[in-house]
T-cell receptor
């Protein structure tokens, strides 16, 4: 398996532009997570999906952020309009749970976003 | 908020065992202890998890105290490639469900030649 795939790996954009980050989870995983990492705040969970349905979006910073999972093999995180403070590394992770409810999250390589 | 306390940094000599401690004094009976690590510029990587018993896999060993209030991750023969930030996370796992992983600041392990 290729693991979790994210694109693009790097994105540089100007303030006010729309940014779309993409993620392909590991086949067969039923959970998908979006995280953001900055030096100041560390690694934060933004939103997660189970079977393509958003379960908890309490970590999404504000209405400028939205995430979708139209099918089991694809998810997007969109920022519109982008601001310099959105500059961060965005990670996607996927997992499935075992019979005891424990899971292992597999992370993608991340998208480094720079908003000028 | 993270429910764990870890030292901010540790050093280890290459080839020696690295023992990374974690305190989780408020852990609940249904909470697992997970360890992840993040090598510079990469995504976090799962290492190991456990509930009550000690666990071992190809990467590491996890020793959980009997009262479950603390644990130690052991890398038996550390290499330079083990230099990373190591995160200890406690998290409840419900049957058929998934709970959030809350990452704290972790321990920055530096393996020296």
């Amino acid at each position: 398996d290729a693991g979790v795939i994210q694109s693009p790996r790097h994105e540089v954009t100007e303030m006010g532009q729309e940014v779309t980050l993409r993620c392909k989870p590991i086949s067969g995983h039923d959970y998908l997570f979006w995280y953001r990492q900055t030096m100041m705040r560390g690694l934060e969970l933004l939103i997660y999906f189970n079977n393509n349905v958003p379960i908890d979006d309490s970590g999404m910073p504000e209405d400028r952020f939205s995430a979708k999972m139209p099918n089991a093999s694809f998810s997007t995180l969109k920022i519109q309009p982008s601001e310099p403070r959105d500059s961060a590394v965005y990670f996607c992770a996927s997992s499935s749970t075992d019979r005891l409810g424990a899971d292992t999250q597999y992370f993608g390589p991340g998208t480094r976003l720079t908003v000028l | 908020d993270a429910k764990t306390t870890q030292p901010p940094s540790m050093d280890c000599a290459e080839g020696r065992a690295a023992n990374l401690p974690c305190n989780h004094s408020t852990i609940s009976g249904n909470e697992y202890v997970y360890w992840y690590r993040q090598i510079h510029s990469q995504g976090p990587q799962y290492i190991i998890h456990g509930l009550k018993n000690n666990e071992t896999n190809e990467m590491a060993s996890l020793i959980i105290t009997e009262d479950r209030k603390s644990s130690t991750l052991i890398l038996p023969h550390a290499t330079l490639r083990d230099t990373a930030v190591y995160y200890c996370i406690v998290r409840a796992s419900t049957q058929g469900g998934s709970e959030k992983l809350v990452f704290g600041k972790g321990t920055k392990l530096t393996v020296n030649p």
